[in-house]
């Protein structure tokens, strides 16, 4: 270790105490991301308790030149969430940052610090009968920062939008130490450059998000949950036509799952399947809220589900009878994810397009994936509602998937992302850019405006020391 890290990591447990600057012993939970696809090493991994504290390692690292890597839950997809290889960079942790400051019940906000896990933020809000409705299959382990960081999106966008638009307020650290408070809880407030917004989805590149102040809703009197199956994607996307029409704002979610995602969960996760559900070429999940009473959500969802299954749009549907039948419903979807994860690395798209232009991407994609590699899976499933699509290439069968991955990736996604590009649509629709997607981003964001992103870190951070490397 060269005398000035030494000299440095001396002042940082002068100002963080020695037991929250961690340099010995298992550092993977921090050092390693979710996909296991990033290893890095850190100089140290940082645990401070309080905005000051994030403040003064900011003035340290500016100091001595040092680049911060800010981590949250660590649940992050696209490698931005962990430090380089080099040694040389601080890995700042906010787990210790994580109470809730604030319910204000009458103006339908929260304020958190930016560790607060997004279930515990959940779960404040539900304790005065108020939703913060973000919503995500990592929401037990992923915090509200890394939630804003990566302006995250979840399974209820449909409704109420994505992180950006639950969030209110900010308090943000700058890469020079300097705290800005912006945690104003108004739904008007037109006083020039919209910061708020700037940080959000920065991914750690321009300071380090300490707190937020969230929007939240009534709760919905009830919520009915069902599932249907459907022939082909065009008949998903009319039913969803027909259940947007409808239901209006009631319609909080709606998700497809292809085949091949649920035949995933059948076999590494059999207890999560729905043995009552036939197999079927896509399966929609949809959910009302209703502001009224169950009743009439019921009678919604059924004479719309009827109505569908008349027109020849859909082949099954289940209404859950039950909470617990509901969240059996929602496990299916979200353990899809995980199955692929069990299943071994596969290509990974998080794409956003204009919902009307769905099927017939899906159809020229996995046409263009075939060519490519013949046999390979498609592994389709997602928040069609919004026009999200998780759209993952795994292996041929009998195929070592990282080989796979290896031989094929660049390949496949310059044949995805080009598709992507022909329909208007958006190479990363909710998890980021990160390390994963940075070359991508060169290639399909205009020049103007990587210029202008350009200009607006060398502005905020003239060292470039916060998260280097990532995004740009
Ligand atoms: C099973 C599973 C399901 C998922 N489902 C979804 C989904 O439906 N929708 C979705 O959008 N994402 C989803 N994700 C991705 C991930 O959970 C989200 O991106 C989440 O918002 C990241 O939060 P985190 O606290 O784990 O952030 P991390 O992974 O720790 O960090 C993510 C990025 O944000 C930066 N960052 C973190 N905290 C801060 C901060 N306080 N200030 C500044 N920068 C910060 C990091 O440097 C990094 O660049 C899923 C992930 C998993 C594992």
Known sequence: MTAQAAALLAALRQCLGAEQVLCDGDLSAYEIDRRRRYHGRALAVLRPGSTDEVAQVLRLAAAHGVAVVTQGGNTGLVGGSVPDASGAQLLLSLQRLNRVRRLDAANLTLTVEAGCILQAAQEAAASADLLLPLSLAAEGSCTVGGNLATNAGGVQVLRYGNARELCLGLEVVTPHGEIWDGLRGLRKDNTGYDLRDLYIGSEGTLGVITAAVLRLYPQPRAVLTALATCATLEDCLNLLQRAQARSGATLTAFEVMNAQSLALVQQHFAAAALPSMPAAPWTVLLEVSDARNEQHAATLLESLLADAVAAGLIDDALVAQS???????????????????????????????????????????????????????????????????????????????????????????????????????????????GVLKRDELLRHQSPVALALMQRIKAALDPQGLMNPQRLL
């Open 323 to 433: 909470l617990t039948q509901s969240r059996t419903f929602w496990r299916l979807r979200e353990t899809i994810p995980l199955a692929q994860a069990a299943d071994g690395l596969n290509i990974k798209h998080d794409i956003a397009l204009p919902v009307s232009r769905i099927p017939a991407f899906v159809v020229q994609a996995d046409a263009a994936v075939q060519a490519q590699c013949p046999g390979a899976r498609s592994v389709n499933f997602g928040h069609l509602g919004d026009g999200n699509l998780h759209y993952n290439v795994m292996a041929p069968a009998g195929v070592a998937p990282a080989e796979f991955l290896v031989a094929n990736e660049d390949a496949v996604n310059r044949r995805v992302y080009d598709l992507v590009n022909a329909h208007g649509g958006s190479i990363s629709a909710e998890h980021g850019i």
